[in-house]
Every structure is written in C-alpha cells, then in structure tokens.
Antibody, heavy 116, light 114 residues
Framework: QVQLVESGGGLVKPGGSLRLSCAAS????????MTWFRQAPGKGLEWISY????????YYADSVKGRFTISRDNAKNSLYLQMNSLRADDTAVYYC?????????WGQGTLVTVSS | DIVMTQTPLSSPVTLGQPASISCRSS???????????LSWLQQRPGQPPRLLIY???NRFSGVPDRFSGSGAGTDFTLKISRVEAEDVGVYYC???????????FGRGTKVEIK
C-alpha cells in the first residue's frame, strides 16, 4: 500500500536550517509529482512547494520562496525539503503528499518548531 | 491568489442526520482545459488530511458514498447524507485550478456531534 513517511523535523533556532525527508513506498515514485504542505499549530493547511516527476518543474509559495528548496531522488524513492533562514512563523507540521493537482495520499507529518 | 471561503466554520450535527458545508471561491475555478479543480479533504483529530472528493464530485477510492460533492464555477458544496461518529473532524475545500503556481484552501469546517 502507499506509504509516505516524513522525518527530519525538530526544534531549531530562528535563522537556522533543517532538511526534511519523505520516504515513499508502495507505488512507482518516479511516476508522480510530489508536494509539500504545512499546518501551523491549530491552523489550516498551506501549500508550500511542488516538484515534477523529473525535478525539472518546481514551484514555491511566496512565503518560502528563496528560503526553501524542494528536491527528489527517484533512485531512493525520496522527497526532500531544505529549509534555510527559518522563522518563528515556519513552525508547523510539514506533510508530503503524492501528486500535484490531486494529492491523493499524505504522510503523517513531521513537526518543525522554530524557537529561541 | 484565489481566496476560498467556507461556511459554516463549525457544524454540530446529530448522528444519522445530514450535514452540508459550503465553499465559495473568489474567482471561477473552471480551468482552460474545461475541468474544475475543486477538492474536499477530511482531517480527523490527530490525523493527516485525507482526500475525499476531487474535481467537484468524484469520490476518491474507499470514500463512503454518504459523502457527495456538487457545485460549479465559484460555489461548491460537500454533503454528508447521514453523519457517523467517524466523520468528526475538520473539512477543507481546496482549489488546484491555479496549479502549479499555487493551491489554496478554505479555513476549514469543524464537524462535531451534538
């Protein structure tokens, strides 16, 4: 069955960096667009970034553009999100999801807390 | 960005009774390809979001048929024909018509049992 498992979250100081990973299994990873979303504590959902199957097409929300970098390794069935210059308002649960327009499977999420 | 407005924000429902959630977009969600990319997601307490409905009215695999979606243009509705205890959670509408430049969500509607 389709599984997406995020990792790499944790506590980081403002201005710091983190790299999130999303390990995919149960489907042909290289055939699917992939997307990152986030959800601040007690808040709604926010689209963060999308990457095409080969990584040649990438888009970011304005809130993270220039600070976050999405990438993928199809040989390792893995999706990544490099997060730099983190701010307090980046505190959220980060979810990876399969697909672009129709994100049909979501991981359980990983919590990122930005605090001094 | 397209703004998605959901009503109500909270919906107390009696078990076995219907529930309805509305979602309005700030501009038409009809894409140039003729499709309307409006989805509904469910988030149960402590769980990640789960896709229920895509392209207005298509139920995703495994979604019970008590869930239905309808609408067109800028006005959309999610209906639960008979609410069950497992339906408690927050429901979000999401537009992907502007994909890949951006997808936006409604603020969510909390469905709870009276």
């Amino acid at each position: 069955q389709v599984q997406l498992v995020e990792s790499g979250g944790g506590l980081v100081k403002p201005g710091g960096s983190l790299r999130l990973s999303c390990a995919a299994s149960g489907f042909s990873f290289s055939d699917y667009f992939m997307t990152w979303f986030r959800q601040a504590p007690g808040k709604g959902l926010e689209w963060i970034s999308y990457i095409s199957t080969t990584g040649t097409s990438i888009y970011y929300a304005d809130s993270v553009k220039g600070r976050f970098t999405i990438s993928r390794d199809n040989a390792k069935n893995s999706l990544y999100l490099q997060m730099n210059s983190l701010r307090a308002d980046d505190t959220a649960v980060y979810y990876c999801a399969r697909g672009g327009r129709n994100c049909d499977f979501w991981g359980q999420g990983t919590l990122v807390t930005v605090s001094s | 960005d397209i703004v998605m407005t959901q009503t109500p924000l909270s919906s107390p429902v009696t078990l076995g009774q219907p529930a309805s959630i509305s979602c309005r977009s700030s501009q038409s969600l009809v894409h140039s390809d003729g499709n309307t990319y409006l989805s509904w997601l469910q988030q149960r307490p402590g769980q990640p979001p789960r896709l229920l409905i895509y392209k207005i009215s298509n139920r995703f695999s495994g979604v019970p048929d008590r869930f239905s979606g309808s609408g067109a243009g800028t006005d959309f509705t999610l209906k639960i024909s008979r609410v069950e205890a497992e339906d408690v959670g927050v429901y979000y509408c999401m537009q992907a018509t502007q994909f890949p430049q951006g997808m936006t969500f409604g603020r969510g509607t909390k469905v709870e049992i009276k």
